[in-house]
């Protein structure tokens, strides 16, 4: 069953259930399909399933850790490319992409305990922003591009639906 917001939570334990929901459906869209069809392009654009799952773990590292001053690993993003962190390379497995986003979210989720909402870091275009806005931006970024998941993993295999049902 899908994890729900708390329904009198505070703000902080909101907005991490809202983002773990979320979290929680990108895992499932590549439940169950094999390296081809994880790699496979799915758009005129290049999607697929395994690029948008290596790009949700740049962007979890970049928001949660580069924002606060926290270390990650190095993240695959290039000035000089701007889809880089969309595009699986042949040496990336499938287990290292997984393994990549897996310790991003538990980074991030280090990062989201130990500060509270108020808190401010820098953006990567330098502007402050508070870890609530953060937290708003990075809940928006893993649901559209969940979304994006569950369109391109019905064109794969015609699995279709929003979350896991029991």
Same mark, same amino acid.
């Given at each position: 069953? @899908? +994890?729900?917001? !708390?329904? /009198?939570?505070?703000? +902080?334990?909101?907005?991490?259930?809202?983002?773990? &929901?979320?979290? %929680?459906?990108?895992?499932? +869209?590549?439940?169950?399909? %094999? %390296?081809?069809?994880?790699?496979?392009?799915?758009?005129? #654009?290049?999607?697929?399933?395994? $690029?948008?799952? +290596?790009?949700?773990?740049?962007?979890?590292?970049?928001?949660?850790?580069?924002?606060? $001053?926290?270390?990650?690993? !190095?993240?695959?993003?290039?000035?000089?490319?701007? *889809?880089? *962190?969309? &595009?699986?390379?042949?040496?990336?497995?499938?287990? *290292?992409?997984?393994?990549?986003?897996?310790? @991003?979210?538990?980074?991030?989720?280090?990062? =989201?305990?130990?500060? *509270?909402?108020?808190?401010?870091?820098?953006?990567?275009?330098?502007?402050?922003? #508070?870890? &609530?806005?953060? /937290? =708003?931006?990075?809940?928006?970024?893993?649901?559209?591009? @969940?979304?994006?998941?569950?369109?391109? &993993?019905?064109?794969?295999?015609?699995?279709?639906?929003?979350?896991?049902?029991?």
């Amino acid at each position: 069953m @899908a +994890k729900g917001v !708390p329904l /009198l939570g505070g703000e +902080k334990e909101s907005l991490r259930a809202a983002l773990d &929901r979320h979290r %929680d459906v990108v895992l499932w +869209k590549i439940d169950g399909l %094999d %390296d081809e069809q994880l790699r496979r392009p799915m758009t005129p #654009s290049g999607t697929s399933l395994l $690029g948008l799952v +290596k790009h949700l773990g740049a962007v979890e590292y970049g928001w949660f850790c580069d924002t606060f $001053g926290r270390a990650t690993e !190095p993240l695959p993003f290039d000035e000089d490319d701007p *889809d880089a *962190d969309l &595009r699986v390379e042949q040496h990336e497995t499938t287990e *290292d992409i997984v393994a990549f986003y897996r310790r @991003a979210c538990t980074a991030a989720d280090e990062v =989201i305990a130990e500060l *509270d909402v108020e808190s401010t870091g820098t953006a990567w275009w330098g502007e402050d922003v #508070s870890m &609530r806005w953060v /937290l =708003i931006h990075m809940i928006e970024e893993v649901a559209r591009h @969940a979304g994006h998941m569950d369109i391109v &993993r019905e064109l794969v295999d015609g699995t279709a639906g929003d979350h896991l049902r029991d």
